[in-house]
């Protein structure tokens, strides 16, 4: 069975701190995607990255840096520099490569609060 | 405009209604779901499509039906609305293809008096 596990509810920071929220999976697939999405206030899910299982090169995104590593199963996303704007709910999700997503599974997400 | 617009944006029933959710995308897009959004549950899926007939079901299913006669629709519905199925429902397309991203309609959300 798959999981996922965004053990951080709600953070809140200062606009400018440095925030990583934490993603841990769990699947018994060799292959997979992991996903980040958005969900600022308005209500909408963004798509933001996804990264598949055979690379673990981490990737930056202008303030958006994401570090996954197989070895702990972890998936974490960073944002630098943080603005009001960053404020949003952050869902982490795995699929499968084989079966798709149909398969997609989400974290409970973490709500991101960014104080002026 | 293209995309994926779910109507109504807000709705309010009554228990044992029967109420129907739309999803409508201009993409094409082959795969079609339907997810709902509860506070410490974040997003579970419902039921999905992998084209126009054929539908499955997802992790919580059970009071909902689907259809699916065209590509470009997906209606959601609720036979007989229950106080927990009060929630913001989601629609989703995406492309073949396994790492083809969803793309999110709006949101509706129900709630069940």
């Known amino acids: 069975a798959q999981k996922v596990t965004q053990a951080q509810t709600e953070i809140s920071v200062v606009e400018k701190e440095d925030v990583t929220l934490d993603c841990v999976y769990e699947?018994?697939?060799?292959?997979?995607?992991l996903f980040w999405y958005k969900q600022p206030p308005s209500g909408e899910l963004v798509f933001l990255i996804r990264?598949?299982?055979?690379?673990?090169q981490n990737e930056i995104s202008g303030r958006y840096s994401w570090n996954f590593q197989k070895s702990t199963s972890s998936f974490n996303f960073t944002i630098t520099a943080s603005q009001v704007v960053d404020s949003a709910v952050y869902f982490c999700?795995?699929?499968?490569?084989?079966?798709?997503?149909?398969?997609?599974?989400f974290g409970q997400g973490t709500r991101l609060t960014i104080n002026p | 405009d293209a995309g994926i617009t779910q109507s109504p944006r807000y709705k309010i029933t009554e228990t044992g209604r029967q109420v129907t959710l739309m999803c409508h995308q201009t993409w094409s897009h082959s795969y079609m779901f339907w997810y709902r959004q509860d506070l410490g549950h974040g997003l579970r899926l419902i039921y999905y499509?992998?084209?126009?007939?054929?539908?499955d079901k997802g992790e919580v299913p059970d009071g909902y039906v689907v259809s699916r006669s065209k590509t470009e629709n997906f209606p959601l519905t609720l036979e007989s609305a229950t106080r927990s199925q009060t929630s913001v429902y989601f629609c989703?397309?995406?492309?073949?293809?396994?790492?083809?991203?969803?793309?999110f309609g709006n949101g509706t959300r129900l709630t069940v008096t």
């Open positions: 699947t018994r697939d060799t292959t997979y995607y």
């Open positions: 999700a795995l699929s499968p490569i084989i079966q798709g997503a149909q398969k997609l599974v």
């Open positions: 989703a397309s995406r492309n073949r293809g396994p790492n083809s991203p969803l793309h």
């Open positions: 990264r598949n299982s055979f690379d673990e």
């Open positions: 499509s992998a084209a126009a007939d054929i539908t």
